[in-house]
């Protein structure tokens, strides 16, 4: 069955900066990737996704990019703010009903 | 758009006793519906999704069960509730011929 991989597990960086975070896939059928923000107590909150027949996609001061011959897809947020220190999942389609979830990434913006 | 209840917020249990989550959604018909099971400071793990009234799919064998009375009422139970079911239960649902999901609010469980 799909299998997400997601790295890091842990993120810091500087207010202002860039972060990246990455996931890798197993299913060559899986045809949807959604990113999910977190916050503390909170619940998963959809930020951005992509379908398979498109390799970018941009939404303000976050993208999301996809290799389908790698099998890999990744979230890019720019000009990082306070507000964007929270936990993020990726997830892959598994079959047409199911979403597989990377184990997440705790991004922490440094002020 | 569609809007997802979960109730109870949170819920304190001794070990033994039974468990009954209630997942209700508005503003779509005929969704798939999901129960999630996130532990502490972990990710998310699906434990049922159904596609109609009355069908259930369970991914992961263990002591809860799950059932949709109704088009939009999605229940989670546990006869004897374990230790180990503590965590954040959330409900998420999808618009047929969609990929997206929505979740809940979720219910923070604490069996102690």
């Known amino acids: 069955g799909e299998n997400v991989e997601q790295h890091p597990s842990t993120l810091s960086v500087q207010e202002g900066d860039s972060a990246v975070i990455k996931c890798t896939y197993s299913d060559s059928a899986s045809n949807y990737f959604p990113w999910y923000k977190q916050e503390l107590g909170k619940r998963p909150q959809l930020i951005i996704d992509i379908r398979s027949n498109v390799g970018e996609k941009k939404d303000q001061r976050i993208a999301v990019t996809l290799n389908k011959t790698a099998k890999h897809f990744s979230l890019h947020i720019t000009e990082t703010q306070p507000e964007d220190s929270a936990v993020y999942f990726c997830a892959a389609t598994r079959g047409a009903q199911k979403l597989v979830f990377g184990q997440g990434t705790r991004l922490t913006i440094n002020p | 758009s569609q809007t997802i209840h979960q109730w109870p917020a949170t819920l304190v249990q001794p070990v033994g006793s039974p468990l009954s989550l209630e997942c209700t959604v508005e503003?779509?018909?005929?969704?798939?519906l999901y129960w999630y099971r996130q532990a502490a400071g972990r990710g998310l793990q699906l434990l049922f999704y159904s596609v109609g009234i009355g069908q259930i799919s369970s991914e992961v064998p263990q002591n809860l069960s799950a059932s949709r009375p109704q088009d939009r009422q999605f229940i989670l139970s546990s006869k004897k509730l374990l230790l180990s079911d503590s965590g954040f239960y959330l409900c998420a649902s999808k618009r047929p011929s969609t990929d997206t999901q929505y979740f809940g609010p979720g219910t923070r469980l604490t069996v102690l």
């Open positions: 503003g779509t018909s005929n969704p798939n």
